[in-house]
């Protein structure tokens, strides 16, 4: 079955960077697009980012754009976030999502706390 899990979460200071990753499984990887949603607390799940089959075209939300970076690996069923200049507003739940034929899939979410 279908399985997407996240990892890299944790708390990190106003500024700094962190990676998540999202490693996949249950699907042939390669043939679909994956993106990056997050929720932060008392609100709704919001789109980060996305990132085609072959990772050669990216789309971001207007709040991380030129912060955050997607990237994937389908050698290693892996679809990566890399974070840069967090601020406390980046406090969330995020998760990793794919689409497969419609039907949705999510993991379970890891933890990110931007705080001084």
């Known amino acids: 079955q279908v399985q997407l899990v996240e990892s890299g979460g944790g708390l990190v200071q106003p500024g700094r960077s962190l990676r998540l990753s999202c490693a996949a499984s249950?699907?042939?990887?390669?043939?679909?697009?994956m993106a990056w949603y997050r929720q932060a607390p008392g609100k709704g799940r919001e789109w980060v980012a996305t990132?085609?089959?072959?990772?050669?075209?990216?789309n971001y939300a207007d709040s991380v754009k030129g912060r955050f970076a997607i990237s994937r690996d389908n050698t290693k069923n892996s679809v990566n976030l890399q974070m840069n200049s967090l601020k406390p507003e980046d406090t969330a739940v995020y998760y990793c999502?794919?689409?497969?034929?419609?039907?949705?899939?999510w993991g379970q979410g890891t933890q990110v706390t931007v705080s001084s």
């Open positions: 990132i085609t089959t072959a990772g050669d075209n990216t």
């Open positions: 249950g699907f042939t990887f390669s043939n679909y697009a």
């Open positions: 999502y794919t689409n497969i034929r419609f039907s949705t899939y």
